[in-house]
């Protein structure tokens, strides 16, 4: 008998908050419209840093790819030249991939990188209909040049 009663008790104040929430006006947001805001601390997609003179920040060392649990990162060291120089280190990462599948966003590689290469930004709105899609290359990572302008049209300095 007493098992029945707290049973009620329970389906009562259970029943009670369902009545509550009917007469509350819903909560919507209008998220294409309207993004909301993310936290500072928030891990979303990986971007590849350059220094301010346009050389990335990245030189192969291949830390990232050790310490990633999910071995999501895949990196190919190259060795800079006098003529091709693409960071200022002795080398560079001729290929660096991250298969976002994978990728459980744990934020170790941005943490044993040297050189702050690998940041963990706040874009979290990224899909693609194919698993090669969402097999990100250097090019796609790697943040623009900081000396290059962007493009403007000539109808907007009019």
Same mark, same amino acid.
């Given at each position: ?48 840093? %350059? &220094?301010?003179?346009?050389?990335? *920040?990245? @030189?192969? +060392? ?5 310490? /990633? !649990?999910? #071995? =999501? $990162? ?20 001729? %290929? &660096?991939?991250?298969?976002?599948? *994978?990728? @459980?966003? +744990? ?5 044993? /990188? !040297?050189? #702050? =290469? $690998? ?27 900081? *000396? ?11």
């Amino acid at each position: 008998m007493a098992g029945l009663l707290a049973d009620l008790g329970a389906f009562a104040r259970g029943f009670r908050t369902t009545i509550g929430h009917i007469f509350r006006k819903p909560v919507t947001q209008q998220y294409p419209d309207v993004i909301p805001p993310v936290q500072t601390r928030f891990r979303g997609r990986h971007m590849l840093m %350059r &220094y301010d003179n346009g050389l990335e *920040r990245c @030189i192969g +060392c291949s830390l990232c790819a050790v310490i /990633c !649990p999910a #071995e =999501a $990162i895949y990196v190919e060291a190259a060795e800079n030249s006098d003529t091709a120089r693409y960071s200022p280190g002795e080398r560079y990462a001729k %290929r &660096y991939e991250i298969n976002m599948i *994978r990728c @459980i966003y +744990c934020g170790y590689c941005q943490e044993a /990188c !040297p050189t #702050e =290469a $690998i940041v963990l930004g706040h874009e979290y709105a990224f899909s693609d209909y194919t698993r090669d899609g969402l097999i990100y290359t250097k090019d796609m990572l790697l943040v623009p040049d900081p *000396r290059q302008a962007p493009a403007t049209s000539a109808s907007a300095a009019d």
